[in-house]
């Protein structure tokens, strides 16, 4: 070798080693982490999407949320109503229809980023927003549902809900905005999307009171949180934060290697094949823990399907699917099978509903009863001499449905059913596939949902999207019951928890029975983070981690 | 020639016209609207709130209604507000706007520097071995996905060797200039490899048919130098194919390097306008194609007038 070569190599080496040392050396008062998303907004109340709330997690504290355990905690308010603390009151609507009167008390010590104490004033001002038709807020069914607010002082206040269901006291989605700031944009309410100061000064310190508040924002590339002064809670470890966007888990990657990430968030981060791969590849300085959530992979079935009508087929279906095999294949066992769309991990979920264990030869019994008999040929036709024939649709490019996909299809060949692919653009497959119930037999995708959430708009028979509501129902597969319509509609109001765990289990086993959906697993997020890094607790639903980020700290 | 640069001006507006209601009348062809796309992923949104969103955003209007009000206001300047990012549509496109300048010039001139000169050096080597191996060079770098010579460019001096970024264009909080050209040499390398096999092969084969000429074996014959006909000659021809495909590769180069920016997380054009399109985005998308199309169409008109500086018997009329 000669001089110039060794030279060159330990150049090399030297350099590969000195950086990471290099970066180690640094004291850890910053953290960087790595989503695959940037914002489009960060107004908190015009349209929800993971990444604006992973951030604002960080800066603002809904009054309600679920926790780690799945249980309803306060955040902005100081206690939970209930009817059994004589903070929540049902109450008669002058309709005759049942209400409920809840009374919040804000933290006492909670102030907004300048100073200005966050008020009831803050409460009333959201509120119009959120109610106000031209304001551009997606989820404006929470404040309509509000009649009325009664001041008690600066900081307690009484919601008048127009609606007394079991969540109740759940307002997670009441995000409050900071009137002094903002009422001004609000003078033009079908401006205000666009003139919010969380859009036109996001850096703002006004606009947030959590334990860090946003301090700059590069579109499409980072944004940088400092830790807040006036944050009333435990002070944060670190004294920035920076959230970098990266889209595709290969970059993600990479730059952790090289420094350039500290972890990868697992809420919107690396996807759970190339978290695999990342942890094959044997990376001693970063755990990567699997969180099983809240997001329901299934084969929504398109019921108007003549074959599909049948139930026996759909059973057939799922019985000739080796659920486990296919997650141990492609998920090495980090995901967990779904028996139905409620996770296990949720309380009301049922743990003797009905299974449906790898069995072709009970599969191959129940088409046969159906009328699909197996043919020499092994082709399952009926009477008429009409092939058995599905077509599998999901979203082209996702990687993780499309190998379930041809799981699923391998396996239903092998009993005899003609199984064709037809695979979209995410954007085709759920702007109109989807949306238009336009999907010959079944359609894979997945529900986000919230812990115990009334399946509504999913299997409810109002909810199956049509011109007449203007496609908001989201029963794609056109699922009708009404002994589901009832369920859904009983357990909505039934605050008794152990009757409400019954009307549960009646449900799932309808479910169960029924088959609307053939139920595939319950997606896992990968978080990626460093050893060194303590205190953070996947929840496994849409509460991102960072609303108990003054927990993370550095070991 | 002021009459001519007059008559391709109107053209390229007529063009642009053309252009802007193709590019809404597809994206109104597109499935689903902006709000239909919020609904299925919003399990909350009720009908009530899809009907008064529609509503409010102007998507329960006629396409043609629409699009005359989009025409009218962007005439009068006003390009309205990015539906995505909640900014007026011209502060959204001022940072991805001069980030893609900054790339699309760095790698074409990085790969122009190397395959023009490769390319001649090709052709005047005609099927001997340099040439082959040039060749050689030139379909490997052709034939490498941009995806993976990203990732490997990272692998190799962002992780093994530490020496530059990994992604990004600035160090957060903001960096100098040296900070920033850090951050684009990657990028540049990349897009500036998959580019130079193409331009080394225009080259070349332009090249070796102008060596081929008539013009070529006369100017030989006069007795001028070898170095004179392939400089002053047999070049001058060769380059208006070459700058034919540059002026073409402008309009590319600004809206389609979309693979080399998500692998390096590079806020450019590419990534706007997909993100744009994708989201229904009308104002956005718009400004950004028209953009696009407008420096296709200025790289036309550039060429036509170097076509006239390299061959003296072109002349705009």
Known sequence: MSFCRRLALCLILALGLAAPLAAKAEPRDQLVIGISQFPSNFNPLIEGMVAKNYILGMGLRPFTTYDKDWKLVCLLCTQLPTIENGLAVPETLPNGKKGVALTYTIQPQAKWGDGTPVTTEDVIFTWEVGKHPQSGISNAELFRRIRAIDVKDAKTFTLHVTKLTFDYNAINDFQILPAHLERKAFADPAGYKTHSLFETDTTNPGLYYGPYRVTQVARGQYVVLEANPTWWGKPPAFKRIVVKAIEASPALE?????????????????????????????????????????????????????????????????????????????????????????????????????????????????????????????????????????????????????????????????????????????????????????????????????????????????????????????????????????????????????????????????????????????????????????????????????????????? | MPQHLALRLIQAALVLLAMSFIVYALMGLMPGDPIDLMATGSPTMTPEDVARLKALYGVDKPMIERYGHWLAAALSGDLGYSRLTAQPVLATLGEPLSNTVALMLSSLSLSLL????????????????????????????????????????????????????????????????????????????????????????????????????????????????????????????????????????LGTLFSGVLVTETVFAYPGMGKLIYDAVMGNDYNLALAGLMLATALTLAGSLLADIVYGLLDPRIRLR
Request: with cysteine.
């Open chain 2, 114 to 249: 190397f395959a023009l000169p490769a390319g001649i050096f090709a052709a005047l080597r005609q099927g001997r071995l340099i040439d082959h191996g040039l060749n050689l060079l030139a379909f490997a770098a052709i034939s490498l996905p941009v995806f993976w010579l990203g990732l490997v460019l990272i692998i190799v001096f962002a992780v093994g060797l530490a020496w530059l970024p990994a992604s990004g264009v600035e160090t957060v909080g903001g960096g100098d200039v040296l900070d920033r050209l850090r951050h684009l040499a990657l990028p540049v390398v990349a897009l500036a490899i998959a580019s130079f096999g193409h331009y080394l092969r225009y080259m070349r084969a332009a090249m070796i048919a102008a060596l081929r000429s008539d013009y070529i074996r006369t100017a030989r014959a006069k007795g001028l130098s070898w170095g004179q006909v392939v400089w002053h000659h047999a070049l001058r021809n060769a380059m208006v194919p070459v700058v034919t495909v540059l002026a073409l590769d």
């Open chain 1, 254 to 555: 990479a730059n952790l290697l090289s420094g350039g990430l500290d972890m990868i968030a697992g809420e919107l981060g690396m996807t759970v094949d190339a978290a695999l791969a990342f942890e094959r590849r044997k990376r001693p300085e970063w755990d990567v823990i699997y969180k099983p959530g809240l997001v329901y992979d299934h084969f929504t079935v398109n019921v108007e399907n003549p074959a599909l009508a049948d139930k026996r087929v759909r059973q057939a279906l799922l019985y000739g699917l080796d659920r486990d095999s296919m997650v141990r294949q492609i998920f090495e066992g980090k995901q967990a099978v779904a028996d139905t769309m409620v996770n296990p991990l949720d309380w009301c979920a049922d743990p003797n509903v009905r299974k449906y264990p790898f069995d072709t030869a009970h599969a191959g019994q129940l088409l046969d009863a159906a009328g699909w008999p197996a043919g020499p040929d092994g082709a399952r036709r009926n009477t008429k001499g009409e092939r058995l024939s599905l077509e599998l649709m999901t979203t082209a490019g996702n990687r993780n449905r499309e190998v379930m996909e041809l799981y699923a299809q391998q396996a239903w060949k092998r009993l005899g059913i003609d199984v064709t692919l037809r695979n979209q653009p995410a954007r085709t497959f759920f702007g109109e596939t989807v949306l238009h119930h336009n999907f010959p037999s079944l359609a894979l995708f997945a529900w986000v949902s919230a812990p115990e959430n009334v399946p509504r708009t999913t299997l409810h028979s109002d909810m199956v999207p049509s011109p007449a509501n203007n496609f908001a129902g989201q029963n794609a597969g056109g699922y009708r019951s009404p002994e589901m319509d009832k369920l859904i509609d009983a357990i909505e109001i039934e605050l008794d928890r152990d009757k409400r765990r019954v009307l549960w289990s009646q449900l799932q086993a309808l479910y169960a029975e029924d088959l609307p959906d053939l139920p595939l697993t319950f997606r896992s997020d990968p978080y990626v983070l460093p050893k060194w890094l303590k205190g953070v607790e996947p929840t496994g639903h849409q509460a991102p981690t960072t609303l108990w980020v003054e927990n993370w700290r550095a070991e």
